[in-house]
């Protein structure tokens, strides 16, 4: 995370004063470390969900990481829609005053999620004038408020003018958010500098198609260490490509990508898995793509030199992302054995965490590639798959075996993965 952080706002001096924010010049751009604090940890991994946990392990595990941010002088931090042992984020002082601003020490500002102070009453939205009283008086320095504005403006004004908001509470608040303008030269250019619109979007691509590369994680190569599967050849005389997720852009990047959840199909520019396969082998090299093998298809299996089949999750975000089984969607498991049992198969995983694998999907398939969510540059993937670069891609969580092993703790005497944390094999060696 800090590296992201000195990314978008520079690196500061040694000298700079910790916690208070940074920014190195009209380059760069303020961040946002998010979301505060133990989303990650929520009960079933549940979006907005309950983190239950003692003190001492949300500040060993999910409040560690903000040290560095805060170090690196990240000008703000936004709070999180989950609760930590029931306590609503969004209104818990302790944690947004006492430990962020005080004990941290964090001198940039606190944002509210999108809609935040609404998620702190039951139900959600009741008692508005409530919800903003709590959210403001547990520390949150500006609220995003896509709708209720007007509601907002009126109730904060009465809280304030009442005493329930006290006016201490109103400038610190104030003094925070000047102090990230300041810091990022608004009241001198208020204004974006448009000498800098020839430079936007320049490098993006080729940096997309360098991280997908560099995320891809091998599972599987070869039935055994000493014939590795990968990488292909790219000279065979025919090949099959199966599967919704290997010629669709709206699958391959997941939610967040257009609109909040994504969605599929050709919705932006870039290159699918089928596109940058094909520019790979090259014409002399014969690619039949379906959706769904037919029976025909692998009726005559023996034409094909190997199989890939792209399946996966559907785009999604949030809520909609929950999800209690982690099977592969649309038939996925299923896909994969047909295809595998007939022709060698290298399968291409798309999804925003692990799923579940049938052992006959690890037993039937040559090798295994969990890709996530790639996002537009699919020759990322071409560039690994076909040996133009190797893969260097690791686990940042364990792969379980079973649904009801979650959640999985690399340190307890039980962990038993199916692939541990921190795995990821390389083409060359197996």
Not at 148 to 176: C, H, W
Not at 352 to 371: C, D, F, H, I, Y
Request: glycine share 10%.
């Amino acid at each position: 995370m800090s590296l992201l952080i000195s990314g978008l706002q520079g690196e500061p001096p040694e000298e700079h004063p910790y916690g208070y924010p940074f920014l190195a010049g009209r380059n760069n751009v303020i961040a946002c470390a998010k979301h505060f604090v133990g989303d990650g940890g929520t009960e079933k991994g549940l979006s907005e969900g309950n983190t239950i946990t003692s003190y001492e392990d949300l500040e060993k595990i999910h409040v560690a990481p903000y040290l560095n941010c805060i170090a690196q002088g990240v000008s703000t931090v936004m709070a999180s829609f989950s609760s930590w042992n029931g306590s609503r984020l969004h209104s818990d002082y302790f944690l947004l005053t006492e430990v962020l601003k005080q004990k941290l020490g964090f001198k940039g500002f606190l944002v509210s999620d999108w809609d935040g102070l609404e998620t702190i009453s039951e139900p959600e939205g009741s008692n508005y004038r409530n919800c903003v009283k709590l959210g403001i008086n547990a520390g949150i320095d500006m609220v995003m408020v896509p709708f209720k504005y007007e509601q907002f403006i009126q109730d904060m004004t009465d809280l304030v003018e009442s005493g329930e908001i006290p006016m201490a509470r109103v400038n610190d608040a104030v003094e925070r958010i000047l102090r990230v303008k300041f810091v990022a030269g608004l009241f001198e250019h208020p204004l974006a500098d448009r000498s800098l619109l020839g430079t936007v979007g320049c490098k993006v691509r080729e940096v997309a198609r360098e991280a997908v590369r560099k995320s891809l994680v091998l599972l599987k190569n070869g039935k055994n260490a000493d014939t590795p599967f990968l990488p292909l050849d790219r000279n065979a005389k025919r090949i099959l490509v199966v599967g919704m997720h290997a010629n669709d852009l709206g699958n391959q990047c997941g939610g967040w990508t257009k609109i909040k959840s994504g969605q599929s199909g050709r919705i932006t520019i870039g290159t699918t898995l089928l596109d940058s396969i094909k520019a790979a082998v090259g014409d002399k090299t014969e690619v039949i793509f379906e959706k769904t093998p037919t029976k025909e298809t692998l009726a005559s299996s023996d034409g094909f030199s190997y199989a890939i089949v792209a399946v996966g999750e559907p785009p999604y975000a949030e809520m909609k992302g929950d999800n209690s089984e982690l099977t592969i969607p649309f038939n996925g498991n299923n896909i994969i054995t047909a295809v595998a049992e007939k022709i060698p198969t290298l399968v291409i995983l798309f999804s925003g965490r692990p799923m579940v694998l049938e052992p006959t999907v690890l037993e039937k398939t040559e090798a295994l590639v969990a890709a996530w969510f790639p996002g537009t540059e699919g020759q990322g993937m071409s560039d690994v798959i076909f040996g133009d670069y190797d893969f260097k891609g690791k686990l940042p969580v364990s792969w379980f075996k079973r649904v009801d092993q979650l959640p999985l703790n690399a340190e307890a005497n039980s962990y038993d993965p199916l692939f541990p944390l921190g795995f990821g094999l390389t083409s060359n060696f197996g």
